[in-house]
């Protein structure tokens, strides 16, 4: 078990690595780098539309490898957690790790929520030129798209406790 456990942290550890690490590069260089080198809004427009399709394919792989390698790694290091949750939830780790999860699936809501309610609509304003609208919606997506990528750091600090990092 030992080895599954080792092979399942690292997945679960790389993944997370991959969706917050690029989560923060797209908001701190890819997002502000399109709106300068490309100053025509349809062309930035489209230019982030093909890169966030692509990007999310690989958000997808990691978001399931996070949750199944989350799963299994409580089921196997807890199983208690799955057995017996109202016991469990009462420890400090039980509660520790309640909260994570409901970050978490906050996390997932907001993300996913942003992305489908916005995602078309953003490259057919831009195609209409309905910039002001665009506009508009954009400030929406960027605060949710914010609120994410604090969360997925909040997240992280939260998985730092469970591994015991500060005691």
Known sequence: MTILLIILLFLHIMSAVFL???????????????????????LRTRFMSVMGKKYALYTNISVIVLTVTGLLIVYLVYPSYFTNFSSTV?????????????LVALMYGIMYGNNIWHGKLIPKLAESGKFEELKRIR?????????????????VLVAMILAGVFW
Do not use: A, N
């Open 139 to 155: 400030r929406i997506t960027h605060v949710l798209s914010f609120i994410t990528v604090f969360l997925m750091v909040v997240i």
């Open 90 to 102: 009462r420890t400090t780790w039980g509660y520790i790790l309640t909260v994570k999860i409901v």
């Open 20 to 42: 917050v690490g690029s989560s923060i590069f797209v908001w701190i260089i890819i997002w502000p780098s399109s709106s300068v080198v490309l100053t025509e809004e349809k």
